[in-house]
Nanobody, 128 residues
């Protein structure tokens, strides 16, 4: 497992933007990473994921075209740029990671149980 620390959440008006960051505790780990979110009284749901190498990305339909996941350099930090925010995007956003083999370096993962490391979460509130 790897320690993950999220930042960048906050309060924004509908139509606005926020950028979340997630830093993994190690720079030498081969991690595919992702973002999930959980609204009050709802299950944690997939938002976006990025592969360890190659920049392969995948998005939930609800955020496609509005959110962008990316990886920094070195690659132990990922970002989630959120544009055109809607009130229904209000949730606690969690970063997740899992180690992958070199043969799976371009794979992305959308299921919660495919990840074994989670951050503490950061609150995103979108007001109308």
């Amino acid at each position: 497992q790897v320690r993950l620390v999220e930042s960048g959440g906050g309060l924004v008006q509908a139509g606005g933007s926020l950028k979340l960051s997630c830093k993994a505790g190690r720079t030498d780990s081969s991690n595919a990473m992702g973002w999930f979110r959980q609204a009050p009284e709802k299950e944690r749901e997939f938002v976006a994921a990025i592969s360890w190498i190659g920049g392969t990305t995948v998005y939930a339909d609800s955020v496609k075209g509005r959110f962008t996941i990316s990886r920094g350099n070195p690659g132990n930090t990922i970002y989630l740029q959120m544009n055109s925010l809607k009130t229904e995007d209000t949730a606690v956003y969690y970063c997740a990671a899992r180690m992958v083999s070199y043969s799976n370096r371009r794979a992305t993962y959308k299921a919660r149980d495919e990840y074994n490391s989670w951050g503490q979460g950061t609150q995103v509130t979108v007001s109308s």
